[in-house]
């Protein structure tokens, strides 16, 4: 089998996300919003039909506003299912506003989706999975896995080989720390 630093390397399209993107620690709510709408698009479809509607998405859910997506009315809903640039999925549509509405609820209890995470670090990929499922729409293992590699909260982003992987570990995503030692 071979890992995504295999064949992403120098493709126009994973190419930009893996050297850059995948498995470096986001702490930001709105790029956290969008990593994880963006894998739950992802799910039955490949990586790169989501990373070329990725600017779809984005005007599509309001540059990823946790709050402007969760006062998503029924007119909104029906705007993104006909919105030809994002996956016209009813579950998944539904998903990435009830989950923007649970965002701000996560936000009142804890700060920011970030702290969220934080809090709960470090988790087994299995204890996220049930977490994640008990929070959100639409998280089941590999959508929940993915996002955690994507976004440093699980190791196994980039082999120990690739070029990027000590640009990840420099950065000392969540993986890489213990409990309480923050960002």
């Known amino acids: ?11 126009p399209v994973h190419g930009p996300y893996h050297d850059t993107e995948y498995g470096f ?7 956290l919003f969008e990593r994880l709408i963006l894998e739950i698009n992802q799910a039955g479809l490949s990586w790169e ?10 005007s599509a859910y309001a540059g990823f506003d946790i709050d402007a997506v969760a006062a998503f009315d029924e007119k909104d809903r029906a705007r993104l299912l006909r919105d030809a640039a994002i996956i ?3 579950l998944k549509v539904d998903a990435a506003i009830e989950n923007a509405r649970r965002v701000v609820e996560i936000r009142k209890a804890y700060g920011s989706f970030s702290a969220w995470l934080e809090h709960h670090h470090p988790l087994s990929k299995a204890e996220w999975v049930k977490l994640f499922k008990r929070t959100f729409r639409f998280t089941g293992g590999e959508i929940v896995g993915e996002f955690l590699m994507s976004t440093g909260y699980l190791p196994g982003a980039h082999r120990e080989g690739c070029p990027v992987f000590g640009r990840i570990v420099a950065a000392r995503p969540a993986w890489s720390r213990g409990k309480g030692e923050g960002t």
């Open 25 to 31: 620690p986001l702490y930001d709510d709105p790029l």
């Open 88 to 90: 016209r999925n009813r």
């Open 1 to 11: 089998m071979s890992a995504y630093c295999d064949f992403a390397v120098g493709h």
């Open 49 to 58: 039909i989501i990373l070329k509607k990725r600017n779809g998405f984005q």
